[in-house]
């Protein structure tokens, strides 16, 4: 597969071993996995916000700027999109309801700084998350 995403990756990768005084994207590795989160979670509100006011063309760019954080964020912890679309394949077909159960537990986010591991958080408009 040679489509944008998958360049992005490979040169994301690439920059892991670059001097983070002359790439950007190396000093976001440099500064370890927990700034990349902090990051991609940065971004993520931003194209949450664009998504809300309904600016086409700025939550297009801001997705740009997630998809681009997410990458460094999954470099950071050694995950490659390879990794994240085998997962995406194991889970075609099968209900996203389903799937969900499947998983022993979720993580539910304090702050950046407090993430607590949740058991099977309640689903949004269940009787449970009133």
């Known amino acids: 597969m ?30 370890g996995p927990e700034q990349a989160a902090k990051k991609f979670g940065e971004e993520a509100v931003e194209a949450i916000i664009e ?3 309904g600016d086409k063309m700025r939550l297009t760019e801001e997705a740009a700027d997630v998809l681009y954080h997410l990458l460094v ?8 999109l390879q990794d994240v679309l085998s997962a995406l394949t194991r889970r075609e077909g099968t209900s996203g309801i389903k799937e969900k ?6 993580v539910a986010i304090q702050s950046f700084d407090e993430i607590t591991p949740v058991a099977n958080p309640p689903m949004r408009n269940s009787p449970n998350s009133r």
């Open 73 to 80: 964020m999954l470099a950071a912890r050694d995950v490659t």
């Open 101 to 106: 159960a499947r998983r022993p537990s979720a």
């Open 51 to 53: 998504a809300v006011k």
């Open 2 to 31: 040679n489509d944008p995403l998958t360049r992005l990756a490979g040169a994301i990768a690439a920059r892991k071993s670059a001097d983070p005084d002359k790439s950007w994207t190396a000093s976001l590795l440099a500064q």
